[in-house]
């Protein structure tokens, strides 16, 4: 081949070469992009707001409360753990002086007077009756002027303000918020902006959990802790058979009562994983030396006890043992027998997805409800407790039950009230005029009838 047939060849060869290497990119620039990966659902306000508090927000509890102190006193109350043994006992104090001094009108008028100068702010966006009833009496107690916002269609969030721009709004009209919320962890958050408030020099309120989502319901366990010291504190008459009894009456405690709090087997029925109110009661349950703590709870992962708990128990070193039923053994008798305090809850259906539904339908729940017969086998001194609403459809405890006298639910109830009193006394700094007037009052009456 001659120089010049072999320069043609070449030529030839990368021109095929190129017209292959062109057909190659067309087909490859032809092909359809791959989709690009879905981004999901943009952040809402409330969790963009949040962030702001990410941090903060993952910390370990422990780790949380020193910043919601002030000078050694509860400044704000987002989480049960904040309550010591010593606090609880304080409040309890407290709550039995407001209301023995409210029962004659001298008391009445002292305690209505005593902080007729301060203003609350109810900011309830979830629905409540108990909770919200409940403070606002204790608000009216101590003679606190309250408004609400118990709809955020009615607020100025409809305008896309958020909802710390509104805690901040009420910042500047209130001395304390107390507000419940279906958003997990906005008190706390909220209390968080307080703080920051504070620290450059601007006005800064005390933040009240009355229920954070999921999370914590701090006050219901404090009112749950209140009634149990004060039904550990009564005994039944040693001559009136149990069943006959108009209920309790104070006295000397009795039977495995007479530790108060400490060293007991304690029952929650129901749904633990989704009760806020079973996660903060156990929490300050777990205060008290000697506990034992049992969950009553079908097998299931929305249901049963969520890891959080379990670990924050165990870090307390308090033995948990979780069955599902309340026939189950525990040291060799049925669970209801065992227990010295038993805390009903209803399965919380707001909360389920349409995926819940055929996992759910296989539960058999006859396990988790109270029958009379179930209640005659319980201790003679073990209350029966419920945070309320029961649930008529469910039926965890039926209306026959509540003529009982270890039937708790409603007392609880009414306990709240006072021991709500006795936590706005204590944040308001008004405490110490409370127990000042009672022992002053109850003094000059005993010198008086001596």
Request: include cysteine.
């Amino acid at each position: 081949m001659t120089h010049a047939e072999r320069v043609c060849h070449n030529a030839a060869s990368r021109s095929r070469d190129g017209i292959a290497a062109f057909a190659r990119w067309v087909a490859a620039v032809s092909e359809p992009l791959p989709a690009p990966e879905s981004p999901g659902p943009p952040a809402s306000q409330d969790e963009r707001d949040l962030s702001l508090y990410a941090d903060r927000l993952a910390r370990p509890v422990i780790a949380k409360t020193a910043e919601l102190q002030l000078n050694g006193r509860l400044r704000h109350v987002i989480f049960s753990g904040q309550f010591s043994a010593a606090t609880l006992d304080d409040l309890a104090e407290t709550a039995n002086q407001i209301r023995v001094l409210s029962k004659h009108r001298a008391g009445q008028d002292f305690l209505r007077n005593l902080l007729s100068h301060r203003r609350a702010m109810l900011y309830f966006t979830q629905p409540s009756t108990r909770t919200f009833l409940s403070f606002m009496a204790a608000c009216q107690i101590l003679g606190l002027t309250c408004n609400e916002v118990r709809d955020p269609q009615t607020s100025s969030e409809t305008k896309g303000e958020t909802r710390f721009d509104s805690i901040r709004m009420f910042s500047s009209y209130f001395d304390l918020i107390i507000m419940r919320s279906p958003i997990a962890r906005l008190a706390e958050s909220c209390a968080y902006l307080m703080n920051d408030l504070s620290v450059h020099g601007q006005r800064s309120v005390p933040i009240i959990n009355a229920g954070s989502g999921a999370d914590e319901h701090p006050t219901q366990a404090l009112l749950d802790v209140y009634t149990l010291q004060r039904t550990f504190a009564r005994e039944e008459p040693a001559d009136t058979p149990l069943g006959a009894s108009p209920g309790f009456r104070p006295g000397v405690a009795f039977g495995s009562a007479s530790n108060g709090l400490a060293g007991k087997t304690y029952g929650f029925c129901g749904d633990i994983g989704r009760g806020r109110t079973v996660r903060s009661l156990a929490m300050l349950l777990a205060e008290y030396p000697g506990n034992r703590l049992v969950f009553v709870t079908p097998d299931h992962d929305k249901l049963r006890m969520r890891d959080d708990l379990r670990r924050r128990l165990a870090d307390r070193n308090v033995t948990v043992l979780e069955v599902d039923s309340l026939e189950a053994q525990i040291d060799g008798v049925p669970a209801i027998e065992a227990f010295d305090a038993l805390y009903m809850t209803r399965v919380q259906k707001e909360h389920d997805t349409p995926e819940d539904a055929e996992s759910f339908a296989a539960i058999d729940y006859s396990a988790y409800r109270l029958t009379p017969a179930l209640v005659a086998r319980m201790k003679a001194h073990a209350p029966i407790l419920h945070p309320f609403p029961r649930d008529q459809h469910f039926g965890e405890i039926p209306p026959e039950i509540d003529a009982d006298p270890r039937a708790m639910y409603f007392r609880q109830a009414r306990n709240g009230m006072w021991i709500r009193a006795a936590l706005l006394a204590h944040v308001l700094d008004a405490d110490g005029a409370i127990a000042r007037h009672f022992h002053h009052t109850y003094r000059e009456q005993h010198e008086y009838s001596s």
